[in-house]
């Protein structure tokens, strides 16, 4: 039976810099996706050679594997464009007849479009022989707001079940996202001092450098808390904080990572301006298709408490914004000091751009001396050539896994349900004290009201430079 995998929106900017380029190295590496037909399906008016010459610029720009004639020309022999209204119930019969026509009988459909298409496009395929039984892929945003993202959920779920929906969170599919519960469980070091006794906070950072770039129109409706916090971070979040999963699997690891997010101190329990900072980059009310006068928060810094024996009394400290100093993403766990004369131990596990651990303790200054100082340890993973290239990026890991039907490195609803829950109730609670949302320069590592919030309880943010 010949297998696809279909892409609707075939000519967006998720398909061409991720889904295209992850498709040649899984191609190029012999990864499971090499097996399926690839169906653009798209609006506009190309044609299949039109397209895969589309296509090989895009590989071209953003592959992890050098770009190759022969290789590329492999790769899209497997690539055919199909031009239709996918929001149109009619278009459905003459989909179903060209997969007849090609025998293809095994599906994975990829949804990279608005939401608002996402039940059209369902219920559109449930008269496609086969579909329903095939699996779906899903990117957030999973709807325009809570209650939106339910009805939708609804719509999908009466189509493809729950199994087969698979909902990307691409952080997921990171080298050191992947590694943190190795770094946690497989370390006696780490694992018999991980909770709140021995740990002072953990600071979770998530900077870019870059703006909103294209993306005006849609990031003004999700902001940071929405683009990055609700989904990336929190999934971090969850699995820095998670008891053990009883099995590393699916189902186990969700249900701990769920309990994390249920064990979030509620909000109201703090004051507002004790949990959430919102500050917005100057310039940005004048990015493309964003209002003159948006109040839409490019920045987030979040002081958080899960409520649990582990973790009561030591806060999760969360930050991230856009057009910031450096693309940096890492998490810092501080430990207490034994005394408060030694510095404190930490621990940082870096997720981008350099993958690696850091580990900073204290040692005696060489010499005949008493004097302290701190040891840091630097463990570099991406540094190494051939890690580089034998390390998948994130979709491409995230297709094989859906392929293999491997549910643990994607979102579960409940998560993100529970998650937006939160982060809804946070943004009313600091609209309804009206807190400001400040203004900070391009290139600055953070508001300084950011640092205000942490320093008012004795912490800073950590910076290894
Ligand atoms: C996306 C957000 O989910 O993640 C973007 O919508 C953000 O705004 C991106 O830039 C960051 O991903 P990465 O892999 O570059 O850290």
């Given amino acids: 039976m010949v297998k696809a995998l279909t892409i609707f929106g075939g000519t967006g900017d998720l398909t061409f810099r991720k889904l295209l380029p992850a498709l040649y190295n899984g191609s190029v590496s012999g990864a499971e996706s090499a097996d399926y037909q690839i169906l653009i399906i798209g609006r506009r008016d190309y044609s299949t050679e039109q397209y895969r010459e589309l296509a090989r610029g895009w590989v071209q720009k953003f592959s ?21 209204d996918f929001s149109e119930a009619s278009a459905y019969a003459a989909l179903d007849a060209f997969y007849a026509a090609r025998g293809i009988g095994e599906h994975i459909f990829y949804l990279a479009v608005a939401p608002r298409f996402f039940g059209i496009i369902a219920e559109g395929l449930a008269s496609v022989n086969g579909a329903p039984q095939g699996k779906v892929i899903l990117e957030k945003p999973f709807g325009e707001n809570l209650a939106a993202a339910k009805a939708l959920n609804a719509r999908l779920e009466a189509i ?44 979770i950072t998530a900077s870019e450098d870059v703006g909103v770039e294209s993306r005006g129109g849609y990031y003004e409706e999700a902001g940071a808390l929405k683009d990055m916090v609700q989904n990336h971070l929190f999934q971090i979040l969850s699995i820095v904080a998670m008891e053990r999963p009883y099995e590393f699997n699916g189902a186990d ?36 298709l964003v209002d003159p006068h948006s109040r839409t928060e490019t920045y987030a810094a979040l ?30 766990v501080i430990f207490r000091r034994p005394r408060p004369d030694v510095a404190r131990n930490v621990l940082i596990i870096k997720i981008q751009p350099t993958e690696g651990v850091y580990l900073q303790f204290n040692i005696q200054k060489p ?36 392929i293999r039907g491997e549910r643990f490195w994607f979102s579960q609803w409940d998560q993100i349900e529970t998650g937006w829950q939160y982060i809804e109730q946070l943004r009313e609670a600091y609209r309804a004290e009206r807190l400001p949302l400040v203004n900070y320069a391009p290139g600055v590592s953070g508001p300084k009201e950011a640092d205000f919030l942490l320093a008012r309880f004795g912490h800073a943010w950590f910076d290894d430079d």
């Fill in 64 to 84: 992890r594997l050098p770009y190759q004639d022969a290789a590329f020309s492999r790769f899209a022999a497997r690539i055919e464009y199909y031009r239709m």
């Fill in 160 to 203: 493809f079940t729950p199994g087969r929906i698979y909902r990307i969170d691409h952080y997921l599919g990171k080298e050191m996202v992947r590694n943190i519960e190795t770094i946690r469980f497989s370390n006696p070091l780490f694992t018999n001092l991980w909770d709140a006794r021995f740990i002072e906070c953990v600071q």
């Fill in 253 to 288: 690891m969700h249900a701990e990572q769920l309990r994390v997010l249920r064990a979030l101190r509620p909000v109201g329990q703090e004051p507002i301006r004790d949990t959430l900072l919102l500050g917005q980059y100057e310039g940005y009310q004048q990015e493309n």
């Fill in 303 to 332: 002081r958080l408490f899960i409520d649990n024996d582990r973790w009561r009394g030591a806060p999760f400290y969360i930050r991230t914004g856009k057009k910031l100093q450096k693309r940096e993403m890492e998490v810092a």
């Fill in 367 to 402: 010499g005949d001396t008493e004097e302290i100082t701190q040891a840091k340890m630097d463990f570099c993973q991406s540094c190494l050539l051939e890690n580089r290239i034998n390390t998948p990026e994130a979709y491409e890991r995230l297709l094989g896994a859906c």
